[in-house]
């Protein structure tokens, strides 16, 4: 089963997305935040374009163990995706998926100038990739 997850900012919304047997993720594409329900619809469209059977939404979290601001706009947006599509959608930790990313990029080398833009979906594919690794099964 191939498994989409949504790495949501405040600007851009990062896609990442599994392979069919659901063992490795692959960033995705960025999208351009505009508003809640329109993408959120955008992003059920390419969750059908794609065929994936689970939508994972990363959901960050304060010190509390609540979630923060960012991790309550995640789980609003998690709603409206639901309400968009009949693929199941969850909440996933994302606690330092961006730092992650961002690391990533500095150990595939290259000139600083190409690796300084944005990793929205790179951090989508850590989020999606720790979350596989939980569930090797997939579920």
């Known amino acids: ?19 069919e047997t659901g063992t490795i993720a692959n960033p ?8 809640r329900l329109m993408d959120a619809a955008q992003v059920a ?4 374009e794609k065929q994936v059977g689970l939508i994972v939404v990363g ?17 609003r947006f998690a709603e409206a995706l639901q309400s968009q599509t009949d ?10 998926s961006t730092r992650v990313a961002r690391r990533a990029r500095i150990a ?15 951090a989508a594919a850590v989020i999606l990739q720790t979350y596989l690794d939980a569930h090797p099964s997939g579920c």
């Open 1 to 19: 089963m191939r498994i989409m997850a949504v790495d949501h900012g405040e600007r851009r919304i990062g896609l990442a997305v599994s392979d």
């Open 28 to 35: 995705l594409t960025v999208i351009t935040h505009t508003a």
């Open 45 to 48: 469209g390419l969750a059908q």
């Open 59 to 75: 959901q960050s979290f304060g010190e509390d163990g609540k979630p923060n601001l960012s991790g309550r706009r995640a789980g």
């Open 87 to 96: 693929t199941p959608v969850m909440l996933w930790d994302e606690s330092f």
């Open 108 to 122: 595939m080398g290259g000139a600083r100038r190409r690796r300084a833009g944005h990793q929205d979906d790179l």
